[in-house]
């Protein structure tokens, strides 16, 4: 025994699972490509043209065509316009590209149960235990990719492995149209391998850090003390030591999507002053801000409840061109249906928001700028 060294074991992994993470190969514009066969081989990007928007607005994806001229999602229209100025711009038809992802869960369906939608277009699936009682989850994998074209014909790509993060990480792998594998024997060698930026969740501030400690692939990470990565990046640095050694137990998470998320409060003492129902309007919708930012999600739809002292209640939504999320928002849209609506004289026993419509935040920053004026 060795007197006055501390020596810690490695933390141990679950390889029992199997997981499957499916992404749709440039989703928007491979669907806007398959809808108008005549712009095949055109660069398309999904962002409406700068020219339209006096430059504002963001790239939500572009497809391969338009990526060999450097463009890229989130990046600004107007940049995607210098390095692609015959590029087919397209804001972006978000009703039809759900009517699809619906179409793709249902595909899922038929493999798993244990499906966790990441956006409308990447979801995990746990095939551990499948309908199809496949041993194989690369089988699964290639008989998804085969559904998926029959059913919609589009690509995707798919990430195999034990684990959530790295099959997220091979999905990107071999795209358009690839399956990756990582098997728990290859999983150290696939992870110390890639460059730093590819580890899903350290985004680019955090890659400038991980550059200054000298991190610049997985490699680098994978031989840094835990508790330095813990003391330079806090709880990312707890969670990165595990998953370059391969390890993230987190389970697939069965995803019941919510419809709607609101608040409503019911009042001892009627309101019966415009200055107390602005003052509940204002307080409701920093409730709803606050459930939408922990659901991550945004709407386009808001509904105003309002139940009178004699118990009438009336309800009036008024659906918006974007999404919304922000409390001022919510409130300023809020407060125009109750001057449309509005009875004082009665007395409010009860006031309620709620924003429907709901869409994940995956794509929050690249949507809302399409819209801009």
């Given at each position: ?10 933390p ?24 108008h ?34 463009v ?17 711009f ?23 149960d ?27 994998a ?11 014909r ?25 399956v ?20 899903y969740?350290v985004?680019?501030?955090t ?26 990046f806090?709880?990312?640095g ?22 709607s998320?609101g ?20 307080f ?22 309002v ?6 209640t ?18 300023f ?21 709620t ?19």
């Amino acid at each position: 025994m060795e007197i006055g060294v501390v020596r810690f074991d490695e933390p141990s992994k679950d390889t029992s699972r199997k997981i499957i993470h499916i992404d749709m190969d440039a989703f928007f514009a491979s669907v806007e490509e398959r809808d108008h066969p005549e712009l095949k081989g055109q660069p398309i990007i999904i962002a409406k043209h700068p020219n339209l928007t006096k430059g504002k607005g963001v790239v939500a994806t572009a497809n391969y065509v338009a990526r060999t001229y450097g463009v890229h999602s989130a990046m600004s229209a107007q940049k995607a316009y210098e390095l692609c100025p015959k590029g087919v711009f397209i804001s972006g038809n978000y009703e039809r590209y759900r009517e699809i992802s619906a179409k793709i869960r249902e595909i899922f369906l038929n493999y798993t149960d244990i499906i966790e939608p990441l956006s409308l277009d990447e979801a995990y699936l746990d095939v551990t235990e499948n309908k199809k009682e496949m041993k194989s989850a690369t089988f699964i994998a290639q008989s998804i990719q085969k559904d998926v074209w029959d059913s919609v014909r589009l690509t995707c790509s798919a990430g195999v492995s034990y684990n959530k993060f790295i099959a997220k990480l091979a999905s990107d792998f071999k795209k358009p149209a690839g399956v990756t594998v990582v098997t728990p024997d290859e999983a150290l060698t696939f992870l110390r391998n890639l460059p730093i930026e590819k580890f899903y969740g350290v985004g680019k501030k955090t890659v400038e850090r991980m550059h200054d400690s000298g991190i610049f692939n997985g490699e680098d990470l994978y031989q840094k003390n835990e508790m330095d990565l813990i003391r330079s990046f806090g709880k990312m640095g707890y969670s990165l030591y595990r998953k370059v050694r391969g390890i993230d137990d987190s389970p697939v998470r069965i995803s019941r999507e919510r419809k709607s998320v609101g608040r409503e409060n019911t009042y001892n003492k009627n309101l019966v002053t415009e200055n107390e129902i602005i003052a509940e309007l204002r307080f409701l919708s920093n409730k709803v801000q606050h459930s939408l930012r922990k659901e991550q999600k945004h709407g386009k739809t808001i509904v105003l409840k309002v139940r009178y002292s004699d118990f009438e209640t009336v309800t009036k939504r008024h659906t918006l061109p974007h999404y919304i999320k922000d409390a001022e928002e919510i409130f300023f849209h809020a407060q125009n249906i109750w001057d449309e609506i509005g009875q004082l004289k009665k007395g409010i026993r009860l006031l309620g928001i709620t924003v429907t419509t709901l869409d994940p935040l995956t794509f929050e920053n690249i949507v809302l700028p399409l819209w801009e004026n």
